[in-house]
């Protein structure tokens, strides 16, 4: 099994960055597809950006061209740089793992992924 734990949230003013990290533990990220989610009170958990085995990489389109996802093999975590954030962006972000998935396939729908870290809390004041 892998641990997951999300860090380097906090408050920011809109047009601001963030970088948030998600650590694994117990194995390799690289087995995995990976994936970042958010929640916003009163919302659904959406989807955000993912990360195949592959390395391919697949935004929401509300954070395209504004959000990173990568893979860090060296301290196994897969970092979530945020830039140009806005009040909207406002939510609990969840760092997401899939085991058994097909090489090269991303994933968008929270019930795919059975492993989450707890959520670090992002805030963007406008």
């Known amino acids: 099994q892998v641990q997951l734990v999300e860090s380097g949230g906090g408050l920011v003013q809109a047009g601001g960055s963030l970088r948030l990290s998600c650590a694994a533990s117990?194995?390799?990220?690289?087995?995995?597809?990976m994936g970042w989610f958010r929640q916003a009170p009163g919302k659904e958990r959406e989807f955000v950006a993912g990360?195949?085995?592959?390395?391919?990489?697949y935004y929401a389109d509300s954070v395209k061209g504004r959000f990173t996802i990568s893979g860090d093999a060296a301290k196994n975590s897969v970092p979530l740089q945020m830039n140009s954030l806005k009040p909207e962006d406002t939510a609990v972000y969840y760092c997401?793992?899939?085991?058994?998935?097909?090489?090269?396939?991303?994933?968008?729908?929270?019930?795919?992924?059975?492993?989450w870290g707890q959520g670090t809390q992002v805030t963007v004041s406008s």
């Open positions: 997401a793992a899939k085991d058994f998935s097909v090489f090269g396939a991303i994933y968008s729908r929270p019930q795919e992924y059975g492993y």
């Open positions: 117990g194995r390799s990220f690289s087995r995995y597809a």
């Open positions: 990360i195949s085995r592959s390395g391919d990489t």
